[in-house]
């Protein structure tokens, strides 16, 4: 099994505007909009032309604000 962690941010009517596996991209652009979420959904590349989903999509837009607060607090 080769897990792969795919990010996806919407919208406040729930359309994707981004979506990949880079960390630092959702980060960015979660941070364009005032309304956007984060989810995470985890995915089995073993077989890249029929990747299965492991673990559904997961709200983790608290968690990110959570985390660029305390970045700021810390500055």
Request: hydrophobic residues 40%.
């Amino acid at each position: 099994m080769k897990p792969m962690n795919f990010y996806e941010v919407t919208d406040h009517r729930g359309d994707a505007v981004w979506g990949g596996i880079s960390t630092l991209q959702a980060v960015e652009w979660f941070r364009r909009g005032l309304d956007y979420k984060v989810f995470v959904s985890v995915w089995d590349e073993e077989d890249i032309e029929e990747p299965r989903l492991i673990t559904d999509k997961i709200e983790v837009t608290n968690l990110i604000q959570a985390t660029l607060f305390n970045e700021r607090e810390k500055e």
